[in-house]
């Protein structure tokens, strides 16, 4: 499974952007999907993640309603809606995928295939 993050950028506090992962290589359905974040000198950590085939999905509590996840096994892509974004959502986001096997998302050490990170900054 290749991976390919796209849709950072640079937004003013209160603003919103969508991220995009589009997968190639096996069969989209088959995998869970999650997205990462990551700022210099700390752990990656969770975001939000769906299952293959989105009937199950989890947010970390500091979402807060703000972030959507979805995706669309038809187009082989998933998505990050990120709402109401703080200067604190500044981070490299990736995302990620795991044979589905109905755990919950936020272990990152259970995903084979990252993708290559997209930057989004959060101006105040």
């Known amino acids: 499974v290749q991976l390919q993050a796209s849709g950072g950028g640079l937004v003013q506090a209160g603003g919103s952007l969508r991220l995009s992962c589009a997968s190639s290589g096996s069969t989209f359905s088959s995998y869970d999907m999650a997205w990462f974040r990551q700022v210099p000198e700390k752990e990656r950590e969770f975001v939000a993640g769906i299952s293959g085939r989105g009937g199950r999905i989890g947010y970390a509590d500091f979402v807060k309603g703000r972030f959507i996840i979805s995706r669309d096994n038809a187009k082989n892509t998933g998505y990050l809606r990120m709402n109401d974004l703080e200067p604190e959502d500044t981070a490299l986001y990736y995302c990620?995928?795991?044979?589905?096997?109905?755990?919950?998302?936020?272990?990152?050490?259970?995903?084979?295939?990252w993708g290559q990170g997209t930057l989004v900054t959060v101006s105040s």
């Open positions: 990620a995928a795991r044979r589905s096997w109905g755990r919950d998302f936020d272990n990152k050490d259970e995903y084979r295939y």
